[in-house]
T-cell receptor
Framework: DTGVSQDPRHKITKRGQNVTFRCDPI?????LYWYRQTLGQGPEFLTY????????KSRLLSDRFSAERPKGSFSTLEIQRTEQGDSAMYLC??????????????FGPGTRLTVL | QKEVEQNSGPLSVPEGAIASLNCTYS??????FFWYRQYSGKSPELIMS??SNGDKEDGRFTAQLNKASQYVSLLIRDSQPSDSATYLC????????????WGLGTSLAVNP
């Protein structure tokens, strides 16, 4: 069973640049989530997909952030015009809508973003 | 009241002891809960889920949910140094089984 994968694992960029992260969920999971986590905090919800539909997006999320899941499989998270405050660990999780592990969210290894 | 509250710790226990981690929640959190373990610099790893009042056991871990008191706990028996990590409690936003609401985590140190 292949878990959730994320790419890249680390990204260092300069302020003002755009960055894009990729997440590949567990293959049979139709739900995909993006979170952001900073030191000493719990994960902060960013957005949620069921299949290819983006069903919820955090109101705290700037317009600089956009996410897609075009074919209901992998997802991308793009941050435009990065700011130093965007430095964080970006986490992707997936879950199934049924089965034994119904609603349990499994996380990928994360992408650590550093904005200089 | 915060939606999900945890004591930040650190909680320190000797090897072989029982570690008890606690979490309280508000009415804005539904009664499905998850415990995650997170090592420094790593992503959260699911340990236990609990949906019903009472106890749920899995190996050395027992989750307890008390809906009347809005309290959920995680017991770790025979604690090992490898259990040293931050433990995060999370529950679903009430009426929305998609968005998890997270506590800030409790840091556990198991001393050899």
């Amino acid at each position: 069973d292949t878990g959730v994968s994320q790419d890249p694992r680390h990204k260092i960029t300069k302020r003002g640049q755009n960055v894009t992260f990729r997440c590949d969920p567990i293959s049979e999971h139709n739900r995909l989530y993006w979170y952001r986590q900073t030191l000493g905090q719990g994960p902060e919800f960013l957005t949620y997909f069921q299949n290819e539909a983006q069903l919820e997006k955090s109101r705290l999320l700037s317009d600089r952030f956009s996410a897609e899941r075009p074919k209901g499989s992998f997802s991308t998270l793009e941050i435009q015009r990065t700011e130093q405050g965007d430095s964080a660990m970006y986490l992707c999780a997936s879950s199934s809508q049924g089965g034994v592990s119904y609603n349990e969210q499994f996380f990928g290894p994360g992408t650590r973003l550093t904005v200089l | 009241q915060k939606e999900v509250e945890q004591n930040s710790g650190p909680l320190s226990v000797p090897e072989g002891a029982i570690a008890s981690l606690n979490c309280t929640y508000s009415d804005r959190v539904s009664q499905s809960f998850f415990w995650y373990r997170q090592y420094s610099g790593k992503s959260p790893e699911l340990i236990m889920s609990i949906y019903s009042n009472g106890d749920k056991e899995d190996g050395r871990f027992t989750a307890q949910l008390n809906k009347a008191s809005q309290y959920v706990s995680l017991l770790i028996r025979d604690s090992q140094p490898s259990d040293s990590a931050t433990y995060l409690c999370a529950g679903f936003n009430a009426g929305n089984n998609r968005k998890l609401i997270w506590g800030l985590g409790t840091s556990l140190a198991v001393n050899p």
